[in-house]
């Protein structure tokens, strides 16, 4: 099983998120116990990014929202970085 480290910024980010989208709480939920139970799920559909977000990787939330985030496995974490729409993580 995976930790999951929660960054003050993805704290505030989230609160944020889910105050705009109480209808999305489930899924968020959901999404972060599929996250720790099996990272590779390919329900998550776990991918690496690139460009200026290089090293780091992104899983869906929704059709239109992510949550970003960096998987150190052999420390066994994952450290949660930022969620939002597609263009809100992305934004360069």
Same mark, same amino acid.
């Given at each position: 099983m995976t930790q999951l480290v929660w /960054?003050? /910024?993805?704290?505030r980010t989230? *609160?944020?998120f889910l105050k705009r989208n109480p209808d999305l709480r489930g899924e968020f939920e959901r999404v972060l116990r599929q996250l720790?139970?099996?990272p590779s799920n390919p *329900? !998550?559909? !776990?991918h690496p990014l690139k460009g200026k977000l290089a090293? *780091?990787?992104?899983?869906?939330l929704t059709y239109s929202?992510?949550?970003v985030l960096t998987l150190l496995l052999e *420390?066994?974490?994952i450290v949660l970085l930022d969620i939002g729409t597609h263009d809100q993580v992305y934004r360069p």
């Open positions: /960054t003050n /910024t993805f704290v989230a *609160k944020r720790e139970d099996d *329900k !998550l559909r !776990l090293g *780091k990787h992104a899983v869906s929202h992510r949550i *420390k066994g974490e």
